[in-house]
């Protein structure tokens, strides 16, 4: 005999609806409440401290945000501003920067020997700080389910095994949403982090300022100006007769390759070069010299109206030349990736400001001959003289290579502009050498010109002066 199949009454049936409706609305609830969480928990979870280059970065995530992919944020000194690079997810990095330590720090690193951190240090320490942000809201967005699960599990008195069911349901939801934001579909952001090397990675570069007027009259019986750096300055050799404090503190000395160029063709030169100027900071802009402050050297140029030459010294700063040398010299070799990537990343940097710069003499009204001097080799053959310092044949010929590259992008702006490059040659007169046109390791500026070298610096300018300047 076949027994039939009962079906369900409509209490029971009605029971069913209310089980599935409580079921529904524990999982409503629950997601709303890990939502909730995970919201909460990236605005209080404490930002990560990391450190690199000697400075203090905390790194955490920026509010959440409702599309899929964007930019992070960076806090710095109290601006809040996009990151130039973009980020997938909701969950994004906030990176906060309160002050930078004096650059001396990050010469420490340059000096430090462990150079290997240059280019990665920053990016390996962001993306660490990441993680251990993403470890620590994770455990704050638990706490903050678990914590009102065991209030309302408490007050409703459910047994033992519901209420490790609830807490246990409520745990996995919420791991699931943070895993879901922070290691799925923020997947790449440890990468993208690893990748920073520099603010300007981050933020990117603000819009060129115009170059400011300088005050004061027109000095109209200048011939020639001279812009740059130490080697336009004469740093090391004889001083000015009568210096003034910004001449003390710019280094600039009597025997300086402009003064000679004045005593040989008896012409006013203004020399404005400056030690330690780049292109950024001295030549379009100001300079901090202790407590002297130099004006734009291109503003002070603006005011020789009717100067018709225009010497240019620029580059070795903004690539850190000196520190650069330094590095070769206390490291076991000078062709490691990461001091490599660190001159290109510098060398690119600099192509840039240059270019600017180049722009801004093509605007002068005055139309003046624009010489750009390229950078002598300082190292000869034989650098025996130099080896209780730590630099050998092969260091130089490293070093050799970059100061070419440094020289190809000088010379290939100035042709492009059309201007006039000026290639220096000290052959013969290298360090080592009987009569060097070089400062020693020992004398007061070390690889700058000595007073034989900016003469002959000035003699190779000369020459390639237009037939009516001579």
């Known amino acids: 005999m076949r027994l039939r199949r ?28 890990a939502l909730a969480a995970v919201w909460l928990a990236v605005l209080i979870t404490p930002l990560q401290p990391v450190s690199a280059a000697g400075q203090t970065i905390r ?78 809201e994770t455990a704050v967005a638990a706490g903050l389910v678990l914590l009102p699960l065991a209030a309302w599990t408490g007050l409703r008195r459910m047994p033992p095994r519901r209420t490790v069911f ?44 115009p170059v400011p007027r300088a005050g004061g009259p027109p000095l109209g019986d200048v011939r020639a100006v001279a812009l740059g750096d130490s080697t336009a300055a004469g740093s090391g050799n004889r001083p000015l007769p009568d210096p003034s404090d910004l001449d003390r503190a710019c280094e600039r000395s009597a025997d300086s390759y402009p003064q000679a160029l004045a005593r040989a063709n008896d012409w006013n030169v203004l020399n404005l070069a400056c030690s330690g100027a780049t292109v950024r900071d001295g030549v379009l802009g100001v300079q901090i010299l202790g407590e002297q402050v130099a004006p734009p050297q291109i503003a002070q140029a603006q005011r020789a109206t009717g100067a018709s030459v225009v010497l240019v010294s620029v580059g070795a700063n903004d690539v850190r030349w000196s520190e650069l040398v330094q590095l070769c010299a206390i490291s076991p070799s000078c062709d490691d990736r990461a001091s490599t990537a660190f001159f290109q990343d510098r060398l690119a940097q600099f192509a840039l400001d240059y270019r600017r ?75 080592c050498s009987a ?4 400062q020693g390791p020992a004398d007061r500026a070390p690889l700058h010109p000595t007073a034989a070298g900016a003469l002959s610096i000035a003699l190779a300018d000369q020459q390639a002066l237009p037939t009516d300047d001579n």
Do not use: M
């Open 357 to 431: 710069l180049l722009r801004v003499l093509a605007t002068l009204p005055q139309h003046p001959a624009v010489v750009v001097n390229e950078y002598y080799d300082p190292f000869g053959r034989d650098v025996s003289c130099l080896r209780k310092n730590g630099l050998t044949r092969q260091k130089a010929e490293v070093l050799r290579s970059r100061l070419a590259a440094l020289n190809a992008v000088l010379r290939q702006g100035a042709v492009t502009a059309g201007f006039t490059a000026v290639t220096q040659d000290f052959e013969g007169h290298r360090l």
């Open 166 to 209: 609830v807490l246990a349901g409520g745990l996995a939801l919420v791991t699931a949403v943070n895993s879901v934001g922070l290691y799925l579909l923020a997947s790449d952001t440890p990468r993208a982090l690893r990748n920073v090397r520099s603010l300007r990675d981050l933020v990117g570069d603000s819009p060129p300022a």
């Open 59 to 136: 790194v955490g995530a920026a509010p959440l945000s409702w599309s899929l992919s964007g930019p992070g944020r960076l806090d710095l000194f109290g601006q809040t501003l996009p990151t130039r690079a973009r980020f997938d997810g909701p969950v994004r990095p906030r990176l906060e920067l309160t002050r930078i330590k004096q650059d001396a720090e990050v010469a420490r690193l340059l000096r430090s020997g462990d150079h290997e951190r240059l280019t990665l240090e920053v990016g390996r320490k962001l993306a660490s700080g990441w993680v251990r942000y993403g470890a620590w």
């Open 435 to 438: 009569q060097p046109y070089v």
């Open 6 to 33: 009962q079906r369900p009454t409509r209490r029971e049936r009605g029971r069913g609806r209310h089980r599935a409706l409580i079921a529904a609305a524990y999982v409503v609830g629950l997601s709303a409440l």
